[in-house]
């Protein structure tokens, strides 16, 4: 299973960018497919996840500003709107197969997912 990320730039505070993974393959009826970011100092964190019925987690910080959707049965995107300074990191897609996102742990971890993109740097200006 491959990865190709593509978005991510640089903004200023208040704009908005696009990320988008497409996988090559899926091999279970369903997937999960989101974001991490790790940014300068700072642990790998998760921002959103959608899986294969539609289903999609958060965090808490990124709530209403980024919107996760699986645009294609291969591609999910992350719409990330009204950044901020503090949304500045290296941005990981990241797929896991036979995942539901009922089932990821609560404080989603990089173990929980095999397969990852080359990732992608997302700077905001304020």
């Known amino acids: 299973v491959r990865l190709v990320e593509s978005g991510g730039g640089s903004v200023q505070a208040g704009g908005s960018l696009r990320l988008s993974c497409t996988v090559s393959?899926?091999?279970?009826?369903?997937?999960?497919s989101g974001w991490f970011r790790q940014g300068p100092d700072k642990g790998l964190e998760g921002v959103a996840f959608i899986d294969s019925d539609g289903s999609k987690r958060y965090a808490d910080d990124v709530k209403g500003r980024f919107t996760i959707s699986r645009d294609t049965d291969k591609m999910t995107s992350l719409q990330m709107d009204d950044l901020k300074s503090g949304d500045s990191s290296m941005y990981y897609c990241?797929?896991?197969?036979?995942?539901?996102?009922?089932?990821?742990?609560?404080?989603?971890?990089?173990?929980?997912?095999?397969?990852w993109g080359q990732g992608t740097q997302v700077d905001v200006s304020s």
């Open positions: 990241a797929v896991e197969m036979g995942c539901w996102v009922e089932h990821l742990h609560e404080d989603v971890s990089k173990p929980e997912f095999n397969h």
């Open positions: 393959e899926y091999t279970y009826a369903s997937y999960c």
